[in-house]
C-alpha cells in the first residue's frame, strides 16, 4: 500500500476579493508509487503529477466546491 503523507492548502481560505473567488491550490505529499486521481469528471480542475507530490488546481465554480479523490498504488487499482 503507498502512503499519503500530507495534504497542503497553501493559501489561506477566505473571502473574495472585489474580482471573485481565486482558484484553489491542494498538494497531496505521498509516496514515489502513490497515485492521486479525481473520483469524478469534472472539467477544469487541473491535476500535475510529480515523483512525490500531486498538484492540484481547482477553480472557482461551483460545481467543484465538493471533490472526492481516489489515492492508491500507482497502476493498481
Avoid at 497542503?8 to 473567488?21: I, L, M, R, S, V
Wanted: aromatic share 6%.
Amino acid at each position: 500500500m503507498c502512503a499519503l503523507k500530507e495534504i497542503k492548502t497553501p493559501q489561506p481560505f477566505h473571502f473574495p476579493a472585489k474580482a471573485g473567488y481565486e482558484d484553489a491550490s491542494i498538494e497531496f505529499v505521498h509516496d514515489s508509487d502513490c497515485a492521486v486521481q479525481l473520483g469524478e469528471n469534472l472539467p477544469g480542475i487541473k491535476i500535475e503529477r510529480q515523483d512525490d507530490r500531486t498538484l492540484v488546481v481547482i477553480p472557482p465554480d461551483p460545481a467543484c466546491d465538493r471533490t472526492s479523490w481516489l489515492v492508491g498504488c500507482d497502476g493498481g487499482p
